[in-house]
């Protein structure tokens, strides 16, 4: 008797460069570079907002919308603020991800680790592949700050019969992912989450650069941190930083993919372990357990960090609405006025969850508009029921 051919495998993926399903609304995510493109009406998260039903598949029910903390992150069984006790040199924050990952590897519970190197000419361009050995996994610490398509692995993942793999990545990525994954014959699938927001292509990032930073030569990290400045670190190791509400948001409103403007899945809600930053002090890591199989990987990372309980502090609502209308009309503050606002902000604001749900709140707000504005035909379908009650909290322009 002849194996009955998946229908996938007789699909071609598209070449680089070419228009996608999703057409502007692409985050690149790879799925169409290969076969598996056979599925992309089902699978992508720009033509096809499924979150109640993948969250049911993942974690066994939907999110809990009566439930605030639910509502905002996601279903979870615990979230604390964590760092490792010796940060690796050179991560994104102190490394706890690619320990995890060499950790999976090291005690053979995956043969692979889907993460994202520096292509070797440029170390802002992303290049996706699967690691076999610590050494790979550390290549890719840091964060690539641009559209990466990851889901171009698909293939390998077939053709290297992979049957146990850890997948790292950002939002768009995993629900692409785990639409598909019953069809990547694993036995054992593993997804650490990235949270992400306000994602650039390679020349968005460097118009981003250009525009804010006193060098952008010479960075080789940023991040938008919880003291509300971008904290920018340059290849001497002197760091800078700028604030918020200094950004030349005039000249940035249109730096950002279409894909982030439309996105509403900031927190990584298919993961089984999320790991960024947004819920925890400054410095710190926040680590979100969803599931079962996200309290295993926490386990395995135990001994190596330190922790402390979420905290929430302060109340994000009046300076979420009075920042819908500024981010509108495009205000951009002198940087005497801006620097000011900051010390008060970082004094007086939302701290902890609160920041989290502030930061969430002004994004979900624009991203409405921003989909209201562009693709008003999507709105109703795009937007899931928790996003379109976060918004349903503030008053929006009307148009
Ligand atoms: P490291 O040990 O340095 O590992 C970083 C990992 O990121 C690597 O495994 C690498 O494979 C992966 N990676 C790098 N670039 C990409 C990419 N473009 N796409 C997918 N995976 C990638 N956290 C927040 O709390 N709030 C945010 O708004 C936020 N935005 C982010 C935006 C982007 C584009 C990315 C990639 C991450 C974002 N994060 C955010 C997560 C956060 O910045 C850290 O990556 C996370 O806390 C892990 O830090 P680490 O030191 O443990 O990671
Ligand atoms: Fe294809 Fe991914 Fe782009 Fe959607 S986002 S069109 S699945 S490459």
Redesign the pocket.
């Given at each position: 008797m002849t194996a009955q051919i998946p229908a996938h495998k007789k699909a071609k993926g598209l070449p680089r460069g070419s228009v996608r399903p999703a057409k502007a609304l692409c985050s690149d995510c790879g799925l169409c570079d290969t076969h598996f493109i056979h599925y992309v009406k089902e699978a992508c998260a720009f033509l096809n907002q499924q979150f109640d039903k993948l969250e049911t598949k993942v974690h066994g029910r939907k999110r809990d919308l009566d439930q605030e903390q639910e509502m905002y992150f996601g279903v979870h069984q615990k979230m604390v603020a964590a760092r490792k006790t010796e940060p690796?040199e050179g991560?994104?924050?102190?490394?706890?991800?690619?320990?995890l990952?060499c950790k999976m590897l090291e005690e053979k519970l995956v043969e692979g680790v889907v993460?994202?190197q520096s292509s070797p000419d440029d170390r802002f361009q992303?290049m996706p592949i699967i690691a076999t050995t610590p050494e790979e996994?550390l290549a890719?610490?840091?964060?690539?700050?641009?559209?990466?398509p990851?889901l171009t692995i698909l293939e390998q993942i077939e053709q290297g019969e992979f049957k146990k793999l850890l997948v790292?990545?950002?939002g768009c990525?995993i629900q692409a992912l785990r639409a598909v994954q019953d069809k990547l014959g694993l036995e054992k699938l593993y997804v650490l989450g990235?949270?992400?927001?306000d994602?650039v292509t390679r020349a968005g990032l460097q118009k981003f650069l250009d525009t804010t930073s006193r060098s952008p030569e010479t960075v080789v990290y940023y991040?938008?941190m919880q003291d509300f400045k971008v904290h920018f670190k340059h290849e001497d190791g002197s760091t800078e930083t700028v604030p918020f509400f200094g950004l030349k948001t005039n000249q940035l409103k249109d730096v950002f993919a279409p894909s982030c403007m439309s996105c509403f899945d900031?927190t990584n809600g298919l993961a089984d372990l999320v790991?960024?930053?947004?819920g925890a002090p400054f410095g710190w890591?926040?680590m979100v357990v969803r599931n079962e199989t996200g309290q295993e990987m926490f386990d395995l990372v135990a001994d190596q960090i330190e922790t402390q309980p979420v905290s929430s502090k302060g109340d994000r609502r009046a300076a979420v609405q009075n920042s819908i209308p500024a981010y509108d009309k495009g205000v951009t503050l002198p940087m005497w006025a801006a620097k000011l606002m900051g010390i008060v902000i970082e004094k007086i604001g939302p701290k902890g969850l609160e920041y989290a749900k502030f930061?969430i709140d002004s994004h979900f707000t624009r991203n409405y508009l921003y989909t209201r504005r562009n693709y008003p035909g999507k709105l109703e379908a795009h937007v899931p029921e928790f996003a379109k009650k976060i918004v349903a909290q503030y008053e929006l322009p009307k148009d």
């Open positions: 690796i991560a994104q924050w102190t490394g706890i991800v690619s320990s990952a993460c994202v992303p996994i890719a610490r840091v964060n690539k700050p641009t559209l990466s990851n790292i990545g950002v990525q990235l949270p992400c927001v994602n991040e938008f900031y790991v960024g930053y947004m890591q926040w930061s």
